[in-house]
């Protein structure tokens, strides 16, 4: 999957009340199906005392992987709801979780469906929306004679990379996945083969 995706820039958190039910939206980045299952389980445990808190997250593994859940509101009237706003948005390795302080008046299906797709909409909305490339890390260790070689390749390909100056020098490269190849071959033909290049 190396098409460029729609994610969230950062976490996000907005809250409204309906009825007297308070509905909290919490929304994250979630770089796989465990980084979206910790937040939810974080979200959980930061507000055990709720009445509900409902998850639904989208992460990109080769298929898309989809799954939410109504957290023991009436079927369909939850979890779908909330996965829509993130399927509509056409988001991509992002979770997000609706937690509901029950007022004592019942919202009905349809309330509790525009009330958690609201609860969706607002998180997202205060995390704000980004495109991004999926990239991949690679390790670059070279002698020192090869390091501004190196060097000066991530710098003129504009990686992002740190470097480790110690016996040899090691570079840790985020690369954008459909530019790895190329810069790998970049750097094996600049030091004629004597950079060791690892995936990370």
């Known amino acids: ?12 958190q907005d809250a409204f009340e309906i009825r007297g039910s308070e509905f909290i939206g919490h929304a994250a980045p979630a770089r796989d199906v465990e980084a979206a299952e910790a937040f939810v389980a974080e979200i959980r445990e930061a507000y ?4 509900h808190n409902v998850p ?28 829509n706003v993130l399927q509509g948005e056409e ?15 019942k919202l009905g299906v349809g309330g509790l469906a525009r009330a958690y797709s609201q609860g969706v909409k607002i998180a997202i909305e205060d995390a704000g929306i980004v495109e991004r490339r999926p990239h991949e890390s690679v390790s670059i260790t070279v002698e020192y004679d090869d390091s501004g070689t190196v ?28 530019d790895a190849d190329g810069l790998r071959d970049r750097i094996r033909s600049a030091t004629s083969g004597r950079a060791v290049i690892e995936d990370r």
């Open 48 to 51: 055990a005392d709720a009445t």
């Open 151 to 178: 060097r000066g390749i991530l710098e003129s390909e504009g990686v992002e990379f740190d470097a480790d100056y110690e016996a040899d020098v090691s570079f840790d490269v985020r690369v954008p996945v459909e």
């Open 1 to 12: 999957m190396t098409d460029s995706y729609r994610t969230l820039a950062g976490r996000g």
């Open 56 to 83: 639904a997250y989208r992460v990109r593994t080769d298929p898309l992987t989809e799954w939410s859940s109504d957290d023991a509101e009436p079927s369909g009237s939850a979890g779908k709801p909330a996965l």
């Open 91 to 105: 988001l991509e390795n992002v979770v997000a979780v609706v937690t509901r302080y029950y007022g004592g008046t």
